[in-house]
């Protein structure tokens, strides 16, 4: 791992933990640090859980569990920071605190220590300029739960140097993880192009084009892991709510939130975490709010009874990944690799990316259908240029062997 021999995580609590666990499975010494010892002993305990886990499955000993956590220490200070060749931010998602950290950690760390921060969606480079190192900060963006997913978005910031963009590729894969470099954009890469996907499922809903259950089963029906709002109820309404935001302030009308959401988070629906999100969990609460809420919502819209199909939800996520590969966010093997690691995408023959699933589909055929909700529901469904590009070339996918990627035969070619 090039001359990373320590590292540290800012952030107790169940992600610090996980992280440190990740990082003390790889073989190397790292630090917790949080504000309170209750939140230290947090992480701390996340870590024993993931060892105890392994221990009981039988793919580890007690003695090897032992040897490991013995790797982890945690702290209220920065005592042990004098030494750190890496350290994680995984702190509250807000960039005035995660600000406040970085400046802290660029007084006690040694020069040559790298700053890295796990946030989902905020500016690397804003964190870089509350430093006197900006070319040593990037994203860390690991997927939770951290020791499964294999996921961890790489994002340099406008002075990150390629030494440190190197160092943590490599850094990242001796923590046995895929490490997928993604230039700095809001949302970054797998929020970016999910948000999409989940938005028009929310927006479907609220329309009456189907309902919740009838939306989530299209969508397990077609392969994929989990339906949108049995994932948004696991992942957080108001993560997915302050998500969407930041994308529509960035990106405009295309990112526009769905009312229906707005509704949710207002009445602190927040899924697992509070008992009820678009489901209830728990069985207490009002089973019939969501019904409540879209019935709101078409009185204030005036808009129901619109057409509901499995492409109307994929094919904003298409769309967005043709914008980020216009931007070069990232190369059509990383979005489609993040896009399967990170989100687990798939169809029914098994793990696929948006970008391969379009070259199947035909890109003619997902700017054909594009225009075609372009026209029912709105600009949302514009479709990218880049696609329309794409296919006044004859670039239509897998039928003439170019699209997104190249074919030979039945085998892609990379």
């Not at 948006?354 to 054909?368: C, I, Q, S, Y």
Request: one cysteine or more; proline letters at 4%; charged letters at 25%.
């Amino acid at each position: 791992m090039g001359y990373i021999y320590k590292a540290a995580v800012i952030g107790g609590g169940t992600m610090g933990g996980g992280i440190a666990q990740v990082i003390s499975f790889s073989g190397l010494p790292v630090i917790i640090k949080d504000i309170n010892q209750d939140m230290v002993d947090k992480g701390i305990e996340a870590a024993r859980q993931v060892y105890a886990s392994r221990v009981s499955k039988g793919k580890m000993t007690q003695n090897e569990m032992d040897q490991k956590m013995m790797l982890i220490s945690g702290t209220t200070t920065y005592e042990g920071f004098d030494d750190v060749d890496l350290v994680i931010e995984a702190v509250t998602e807000r960039m005035d605190i995660k600000k406040a950290v970085f400046k802290e950690l660029d007084e006690v760390c040694p020069a040559s220590c790298i700053l890295t921060s796990n946030t989902s969606a905020l500016s690397i480079s804003e964190l870089g300029a509350a430093t006197k190192r900006p070319d040593k900060v990037i994203g860390m963006h690991f997927f939770n739960p951290a020791p499964v997913m294999k996921l961890v978005e790489i994002i340099p910031g406008l002075e990150t140097s390629e030494d440190t963009i190197n160092d943590v590729m490599e850094f990242t894969s001796g923590l046995r993880k895929m490490p997928v470099r993604v230039e700095e954009c809001a949302g970054f890469l797998v929020n970016r192009l999910l948000m999409p996907f989940f938005n028009e499922a929310v927006f479907a809903a609220q329309e009456g084009a189907a309902s919740l259950r009838e939306i989530d089963k299209a969508v397990t029906d077609r392969g994929m892991p989990m339906g949108p709002f049995f994932l948004a109820d696991m992942l957080g309404v108001d993560v997915c709510y302050h998500v969407q935001h930041i994308l529509h302030e960035e990106y405009g009308t295309r990112m526009a939130p769905a009312k229906l959401i707005d509704k949710l988070y207002a009445a602190k629906r927040w899924g697992a975490k509070t008992g009820a999100g678009f489901y209830v969990q728990d069985g207490t609460q009002d089973e019939a709010f969501a019904e409540k809420a879209i019935a709101e919502v078409q009185a204030e819209t005036g808009i129901k009874g619109t057409s509901f199909s499995f492409e109307r939800l994929i094919l904003p996520m298409i769309n967005e990944a043709a914008y980020a590969l216009q931007e070069k966010v990232a190369s059509p093997n990383d979005i489609d690799i993040a896009m399967m690691a990170g989100a687990g995408m798939a169809d029914k023959s098994g793990p696929k990316g948006p970008l391969a699933l379009a070259d199947e589909m035909g890109l003619d055929v997902v700017v054909a259908k594009l225009e075609e909700l372009q026209a029912e529901l709105g600009e949302r469904f514009r479709p990218a240029p880049l696609l329309k590009r794409k296919v006044r070339a004859g670039h239509l996918g897998v039928k003439t062997r170019k699209g997104f990627k190249e074919y030979s035969g039945e085998l892609e070619t990379v």
